[in-house]
């Protein structure tokens, strides 16, 4: 069994993060879940090459998945 690390991250705005290590050309995958009232009420910007959580360790290399559910806001991709 291996274990993975998980890296999760609540910001100021209730934006959360969690970060998993994949076992794939050290890539990670992360999960982004932004609530209703906050994507409804501030801009945000999520794009190739920008940092999660304005780490440099978390550049993100791709975007897989953006979809709402459930009155939240949800971002999937890879970092590396």
Known sequence: MNL???IKHVD???IEFDIESIEY???KKFHITV????FNSKEL???WGG???NDPRFAIYEISGVYVKNGYL???GYIR
């Open 4 to 6: 993975v690390e998980v």
């Open 12 to 14: 100021e705005n209730g």
């Open 25 to 27: 050309d050290a890539f």
């Open 35 to 38: 609530p209703q009232e906050v």
């Open 45 to 47: 910007s999520f794009e």
């Open 51 to 53: 940092l999660l959580m």
């Open 74 to 76: 949800n971002i999937k």
